[in-house]
């Protein structure tokens, strides 16, 4: 079992930045490929980006160049640095625990664990 708590969501203006941190206990967090998935009003829950347990890692287009995603095994946490926010990038965003092979590491059925979710808002 593997308990996941997000924090670091808000309001920002758009151009802004946020980190998204998201905190691991229970099974052994190193085993475990780590990512951040988002869902906004009405649409579907989505991938973000990846960190695997070999410490690669994999981003949506969108996420490419404005997002950072990295992982403390000795803190069992994974951040999500967001930068040039965009009004689209509003959503409840979720870290999630799991061993997808690599050509499913967007597919959020394949994840075990899931955190609560905390709210991203972006103003134009």
């Known amino acids: 079992q593997v308990q996941l708590v997000e924090s670091g969501g808000g309001l920002v203006q758009a151009g802004g930045s946020l980190r998204l941190s998201c905190a691991a206990s229970?099974?052994?967090?190193?085993?475990?490929?780590m990512s951040w998935f988002r869902q906004a009003p009405g649409k579907e829950r989505e991938f973000v980006a990846a960190v695997r347990s070999t410490m690669t890692t994999h981003y949506a287009d969108f996420a490419k160049g404005r997002f950072t995603i990295s992982r403390d095994n000795a803190k069992n946490t994974v951040y999500l640095e967001m930068n040039s926010l965009k009004y689209e990038d509003t959503a409840v965003y979720y870290c999630?625990?799991?061993?997808?092979?690599?050509?499913?590491?967007?597919?959020?059925?394949?994840?075990?664990?899931w955190g609560q979710g905390t709210q991203v808002t972006v103003s134009s």
């Open positions: 229970g099974d052994t967090f190193r085993n475990y490929g």
């Open positions: 999630a625990a799991g061993r997808p092979i690599l050509s499913a590491i967007r597919d959020p059925n394949l994840y075990y664990y």
